[in-house]
């Protein structure tokens, strides 16, 4: 193996792994910004798969691709985290458990 | 290729790629986008608007109120004008046809329906702001943005569009603990959702090149791509968990009760008919367009979650005592069949999805305006046993609720009941005959939780709940007649819609 | 060298990750991430998107993780306490992700077609600049790129609606 190069499965691989590290942050959690965070992690794998993409097929789609990924978090942080102010300010907590008042 | 040639200043490399890409929106193209531009500037200037009237009280429901449902039809119109420019628009991003004209109106429908039945419950809240509309406005224009994409990434930027309005729409009584609870739960699971679609996106990029679907689809039938029929696979299934997760199929539908018991009445009736057909409506295009060559890969996948979507919907709704977590249930078990008729994945499940999407969308936008009307402020009253005696105390809302009910079971003269009707015709159609007889077998199920909300409505006494009932209210009875109408029309009258469905769903081909 | 960044960088942010997912206290969870972001950035540009690499560190890391950081700090938001759930629950989902780990790698080995490695010399002057990237925004995307304006729109609407001193 040389050191001038990688294997682009390399890089899918990583962004598998970061993927999968989301979804067990998201299922594990119990901090409501921490599981939001945890969408934040799959968000930039999938982003890092775009990239990736982009490279093998030598366009620059991918890269517009993940800029669209990029504002869309962006409009989706705001969004959430004041979600997030207003049940903390109606329960006075974070956890996620505590957010169940819902009858079954 | 352009950073290692210095001859070629910014100015001169900027000209020579625009000629390159060659693009400049024609009038055509501003035409077939022209309902959502209406919406998207009318949406904006209720922003500027709230602001002028600041805190105006008076009438600053009403005033919002008939502007949007203006602009709506407006946007309803320009539909109708934009479909006589079909073809694509924006370089292939969206496409004008008849499947996506269908949807539109229908949707812009819903949003009509949604903004008459919440003049009262607003003003009731003491929370009309222009706000409110603006959203609503922004969230059809997502749906209208999907239902016509041509293309992945407008897929998922309409979906995030319609989302995100109306994550905030379901948290819109913010002091409201339910609707708080309503929107993290809606907020967090959506967002897991659209994860997992793009994931899918970026892997069926990787291996076809494209997110044009056209393109996606040319090259899953033309080439040879046996060899990577896994990667392809992958994709696919991951872009089916997005989408069952917008549409609430099971096995991911466990959002949908709580998001819908907590979020306000009108905005539940909203969400669970406009964004649910507009997700439909994409989920529909994308498998059977791009991924129509490998129909009987994700076929049985499909199958599996449209017989699961309709037994835990039926049989958890027979346990509910609370109306809009029963009716979340019964919308799950909707989506059921649905799926079913996309499992046939033939022309007429095509068509008996699109027919079935508008009687669900106005029987379920009907319902949940009862549910609004009754509920009373802070959403007392949602029990099933408060609606006891309505059958006597308020016989026009009771038999109009009735009509919704009766054609969630799909007895004849409603639209549900040809809805079901095309639905099990098309599966049988497809030979998928074990599908069917479940299915019927789950509608017969859901009978007896409908019909115990008519037994308790028209058999028992009045409880203290019908002491302080108000008479029906303009906007809620403008929306009762109009859904009840339009469900009675499309029960006796199916061929009104049937054949534009049947004509549309040709994009199959 | 390429792979020696790439190693590098790589195993940061798988740990840094890990580490987003493990620790307790949310302050701790988002530097994490943010670690995973700025290594993302250098793998982006091995990969020859300096535009997207200049995004994610303004947007992402800068813009993004400010605001998640002042909400922290904002509610005060303490550790975790114990989950309630009992970590035989718990270990029962690790086999099913290692297995979605092991699906997709199995699927990235045997299926990708081909390709030569990534290095910063040989990708063929194939850069992702912010003026090829611009170019095909604003022709080809432009309608996405418009649409997302109404995107902005709403999320300021989110925050009036939700933030507003009192309904009514």
Known sequence: MTFNSVPLSWYLMLSAI????????????????TVFMSIELMLNAVNLSFVTFS?????VDGHIFS?????????????????????????????????????? | MWGSQSWLQPAFQLAYLMTMYNFMPSGDDYIRFLPEIIMSVMGTFFMVLEGILGDKKEGKGLI???????????????????????????????????????????????????????YQYLKREHAEAGEYHALILFSIVGQCVMVTANELIMVFIGLEVSSIATYVLAGYLRDDKRNNEAALKYFLLGSFATAFLLYGIAWIYGASGSTRLDTIQAFLAN???????????????????????????????????????????????????????????????????????????????????????MVIGNFAALMQSNIKRLLAYSSIAHAGYVMVAIAAHNQIGVSAVMFYLAAYALMNIGAFAVVA????????????????????????????FAIFLLSFIGVPLTGGFFGK?????????????????????????????????????????????????????????????????????????????????RSSSAFLK | MDAILFIAFASFAIASAISLVVQTHPISSALSLIGVMVSLAVLYFLLGAEFIAAAQLVVYAGAIMVLFIFVIMLLNADSEGPTGRSWRVNLLGIPLLAAFVGIIAFVIQAFLPKTEGVSLAGRDGFVGTASLVGAKLFTVYLLPFEVTSVLILIAILGAIVLARKEID
């Open chain 1, 18 to 33: 970061l993927f999968v590290l989301g979804i067990a942050g998201f299922l594990y959690r119990r901090n409501v910004i």
């Open chain 1, 55 to 59: 490279y093998q097929l030598k366009q």
């Open chain 1, 67 to 104: 800029f669209f990924v990029m504002v869309v978090a962006a409009a989706e942080a705001a969004v959430g985290l004041a979600i997030i102010l207003t049940v903390f300010k109606n329960r006075q907590s974070l956890r996620i458990d505590d957010v169940s008042s819902m009858k079954y």
């Open chain 2, 64 to 118: 919002f109120g008939h502007l949007t449902l203006a602009t709506l039809l407006a946007a309803l119109l320009a539909c109708m004008y934009a479909n006589g420019f079909p073809g694509n628009a924006f370089t292939g991003m969206l496409i004008i046809d008849g499947y996506g004209t269908f949807f539109r109106v229908l949707v812009i429908g819903v949003g009509m329906l949604a903004v008459l039945s919440s």
């Open chain 2, 223 to 309: 080439r040879d791509v046996a060899h990577n029929m896994a990667l392809i696979g992958t994709a696919a299934a991951l872009m089916f968990v997005g989408f069952a997760f917008k549409v609430s199929a099971a096995p991911f539908q466990i959002w949908a009760p709580d998001v819908y018991q907590g979020a306000p009445a009108p905005v539940t009736a909203f969400m669970s008919a406009g964004p649910k057909a507009a997700a439909f409506a994409v989920f529909v295009r994308v498998f059977m367009t791009a991924f129509g060559p490998i129909v009987d890969r994700w076929e049985p996948f499909v199958w599996s979650s449209a017989l699961l979507t």
């Open chain 2, 373 to 400: 009307h009754f509920s009373r402020q802070g959403e007392k009253y949602v029990n099933v046993e408060d609606l006891a005696g309505l059958g006597w105390k308020q016989p026009v809302t009771a038999a109009l």
């Open chain 2, 421 to 501: 009707f095309y639905i099990f015709k098309a599966a049988l159609d497809a030979n998928l005959i074990w599908l069917s007889v479940l299915g019927l077998l789950n509608s017969a199920v859901a009978a007896y939780y409908y019909l115990r909300i008519l037994v308790v409505m028209y058999m028992q006494e009045p409880g203290e709940s019908m002491a302080s009932l108000q008479p029906l209210s303009t906007g809620i009875s403008v929306t009762l007649w109009a859904s009840a109408l339009g469900t009675l029309i499309l029960g006796i009258y199916p061929a009104a819609i049937l054949t534009f469905a």
